[in-house]
């Protein structure tokens, strides 16, 4: 019987025979940006100005997104102003480009010509400008300060204190004062504290308020716990006692916990509650999970429930299991429920497995057994593996038998080909097998290849044979390259053969390509 086949080979050889020439282009683009460029430049220093706006208008125009933009619009910007005699377009040139490249080698002169132009703007009446000059102007002091503060900081002295803090309170540039709350923070001094107190309770920028209270919790003199307190109780902005919340989650200091129990239980607080939920579940003290727990199980508002699921899973505590069981058998919330399931599976220790079993077993709910066959796939007890087999083998419903395929799958990791080639075999479901191959072809080396080249001898099911095929594709291994030929010139399915065809273009190397053309010519 003579085989058809489809145009997929041929298209396949003509994309491989693309990418091969595509592999001998002559000149790389970056070498080709570099020349364009070089190209430009030239003119400048030939004085074509208008030549050279054009070739750096189509350097630009061709190639956006180049190492060489900011040198090209710089010198764009140069260009234009010695060919138009207007100083406003001009102006607005290098205007533009200080604000697009801050960080330009360029931007230093930039400045400066923006400022000289600017001044003859001034000077003919143009008053608009002096704003303009004047900020670029008190930009460049903002970074001598900054370099001053840096400096100054090292040198970690009373007088170099005292002078950071008389800037503090002189200064109008809330950048300044957020870098000053920086500095701060290296100095071991007891005016350090109190000074971080004033600014975290009366800066009159909250950004600068949150960094010195992040400072703060950086802090471990003795009171700065009390202090980060007192900011939360306050009236400050919700964000800046958000802030406190955190770097109250950074302490291990017990006191703490029932102030944070109490925030993420009071009813309004909203952003606060759930802040103070995720600073608890930063805590690394027994009582902090103990804490979780029953803001879990009293909390009003959902989002903050939710939030303490969450941060109960991430603190693995074998309290929480109790509360975490309760909530996936009768929370009202489904996200919830699951949640709950996968925060189970992450507590260590025989007790989640268990538990997550008998949920499996006590519920009806068939989104709730699947999401606990797969918590069940991160607990590390003995029996998983059993559990999990023996619901891909036998479950009557086809999707969580799936389900148990996949998570047993993923539970041995590079040691499960054994377990998936038994459940092949096995499996009353025709889709539990497909999906075991298609996780068969996932792992690598000859075992795998053999494991399938065993299916395709005993298989009759085509689709099954299909699936098997594919799956010698997905292991993008020579090795698999004679079984698929001999698919191609033997099988009695049509769509098998085909299959194999896809698989040959799947795994792509020399051998594969090879054995493509030889079918073409076969044919």
């Not at 180049?66 to 100083?87: H, P, Q, T």
């Not at 759930?274 to 003290?285: H, N, P, R, T």
């Not at 990791?413 to 497909?434: C, N, Q, R, T, Y």
């Not at 190397?509 to 073409?520: E, G, M």
Request: glycine letters at 6%.
């Amino acid at each position: 019987m003579k085989i058809r086949f489809t145009l997929v080979i041929v298209i396949m050889l003509l994309a491989g025979a693309a990418a091969s020439a595509a592999a001998f282009s002559p000149e790389e683009p970056q070498d080709r940006v570099q020349t364009a460029y070089q190209d430009a430049y030239n003119l400048i220093l030939d004085e074509k100005w208008s030549e050279a706006i054009t070739a750096f208008d189509n350097l630009l125009g061709q190639y956006p997104k180049s190492g060489w933009v900011d040198d090209a619009r710089f010198w764009r910007c140069y260009a234009n102003e010695k060919l138009d005699k207007s100083l406003k377009n001009a102006f607005d040139c290098y205007h533009d480009f200080i604000r697009s490249y801050p960080s330009s080698k360029y931007t230093d002169d930039a400045k400066a010509n923006l400022i000289r132009i600017g001044e003859q703007l001034v000077r003919s009446g143009e008053r608009e400008y002096e704003a303009i000059i004047q900020s670029v102007r008190e930009s460049d002091n903002e970074e001598i300060t900054l370099a001053a503060l840096y400096a100054m900081s090292n040198i970690g002295d009373e007088r170099a204190l005292k002078t950071i803090l008389d800037l503090y309170d002189n200064s109008s540039s809330a950048k300044i004062r957020g870098k000053i709350v920086y500095v701060l923070g290296e100095f071991d001094s007891p005016e350090v504290l109190p000074t971080l107190r004033r600014i975290a309770t009366s800066d009159a920028d909250n950004s600068v308020r949150k960094k010195a209270v992040y400072a703060l919790g950086d802090h471990d003199a003795a009171g700065t716990a009390e202090i980060l307190i007192g900011i939360l109780k306050s009236d400050n902005a919700t964000e800046v006692r958000k802030a406190a919340l955190y770097a109250l989650g950074n302490s291990d200091d017990a006191k703490i916990i029932p102030v944070l129990k109490e925030t993420a239980l009071a009813k309004g607080n909203g952003d606060l509650s759930k802040a103070a939920v995720y600073a608890l579940g930063e805590m690394d003290l027994p009582d902090a999970g103990k804490m979780l727990a029953e803001i879990l199980k009293n909390a009003s508002e959902p989002e903050v429930r939710k939030a303490a699921l969450y941060a109960i899973a991430e603190h693995d505590s074998e309290a929480a299991l109790p509360v975490l069981k309760e909530t996936a058998l009768k929370s009202p919330d489904p996200a919830l429920r699951k949640a709950a399931l996968y925060a189970i599976g992450e507590v260590e220790g025989k007790v989640s497995f268990g538990m997550l079993k008998e949920i499996f077993e006590s519920t009806d709910d068939t989104d709730l057994q699947k999401a606990a066959l797969y918590a069940i796939e991160n607990t590390d007890d003995p029996g998983v593996e059993n559990f999990l087999r023996s619901i891909a083998l036998s479950h009557p419903d086809d999707k969580l038998a799936q389900a148990a395929m996949y998570a047993l799958a993923d539970h041995l990791e590079d040691g499960g080909i054994e377990s998936l080639m038994e459940i092949l075999k096995k499996a009353k479901s025709p889709k539990v097998k497909k999906a075991a191959l298609y996780k068969i072809g996932e792992f690598d080396g000859g075992p795998v290849i053999e494991a399938l080249g065993q299916v395709l001898k005993s298989e009759t099911d085509p689709e099954l044979r299909k699936a098997a095929v594919y799956a010698l594709g997905e292991t993008e291994s020579d090795q698999a390259v004679p079984l698929l030929v001999d698919i191609i010139k033997n099988d009695q399915s049509l769509t098998v053969r085909k299959a194999a065809v896809s698989a040959l273009g799947e795994i792509g190397t020399d051998k594969a390509q090879k054995a493509l053309l030889d079918v073409l010519q076969e044919r």
